[in-house]
């Protein structure tokens, strides 16, 4: 991820999408505002479209944080979920699980 944010820093300078990003961030907001989201977009797509190495390194860039942030095949994921005492989770096929509470 640093990769990429360096990558994007380095190609859009001081623009002024980028600034606004990082006050939004520092403010504790967890997604851009759809204005900042569209600034950026569009100052993205335009430094793709002046500099092909940037969109070429851009893309891999994305697909390498795409890779390792999706769940590998077969893996399950449990979000969202609130236990209150003894609680056991079981996922998948064939599986065994032994519980022996207090013994």
């Known amino acids: 991820m640093d990769y990429l944010h360096n990558l994007v820093s380095g190609a859009l300078g001081q623009d002024s999408a980028l600034q606004r990003l990082a ?6 907001q967890t997604e851009p505002s ?7 977009e569009l100052a ?3 430094a793709r479209e002046r500099d ?3 969109a070429e390194a ?4 994305v697909a390498r944080v795409q ?11 449990l979000t969202g979920s609130t236990f ?4 056991a989770v079981q996922v998948g096929d064939h599986n065994r699980q ?3 509470f207090g013994a």
């Open 52 to 54: 092909p190495g940037f």
């Open 67 to 77: 890779a390792v942030s999706e769940p590998t095949s077969g893996s399950q994921v």
């Open 58 to 61: 851009l893309e891999r860039a």
């Open 23 to 28: 006050e939004e961030a520092s403010a504790g």
């Open 84 to 87: 209150s005492g003894p609680t």
């Open 34 to 40: 759809a204005r900042t989201r569209q600034r950026l």
């Open 44 to 46: 993205l797509e335009d």
């Open 98 to 100: 032994d519980n022996t």
